[in-house]
């Protein structure tokens, strides 16, 4: 199974950009999905979760009321919303399943299926 992140890009500070997770072989409404970041030199950290009933759980507190997670199932996709961005937010982004319907701990280990990421670069 294989998780895609797409939508990166170089975004102004202030901008906002929305990433998509899409997979193949693997229904994405039966997990809650996480989404991480890795900043440059910095280890993967995470960001939000979204439960299979589009709750959203945030991993970061630096994230709280700039980021969104949401899915739709009929196209087998969850995106992350991200607005108001800062230079900070600059990493890459990663999405993952989790083998739970709500959203679990932001351990790495409680997500099963890993994704390549997709690179935001928020410049000032």
């Known amino acids: 199974v294989q998780l895609q992140a797409s939508g990166g890009g170089l975004v102004q500070v202030g901008g906002s950009v929305r990433l998509s997770c899409a997979a193949s072989?693997?229904?994405?409404?039966?997990?809650?999905i996480g989404w991480f970041r890795q900043a440059p030199g910095q280890e993967r950290e995470g960001v939000l979760c979204i439960s299979t009933s589009g709750g959203n759980t945030d991993y970061s507190a630096s994230v709280k009321g700039r980021f969104y997670a949401s899915r739709d199932n009929t196209a087998n996709a969850v995106y992350l919303q991200m607005n108001n961005l800062k230079p900070e937010d600059t990493a890459v982004y990663y999405c993952?399943?989790?083998?739970?319907?709500?959203?679990?701990?932001?351990?790495?280990?409680?997500?099963?299926?890993w994704g390549q990421g997709t690179l935001v670069t928020v410049s000032s």
């Open positions: 072989e693997f229904r994405m409404g039966h997990s809650a």
């Open positions: 993952a399943a989790s083998e739970y319907s709500d959203c679990p701990p932001s351990y790495e280990s409680q997500y099963i299926y």
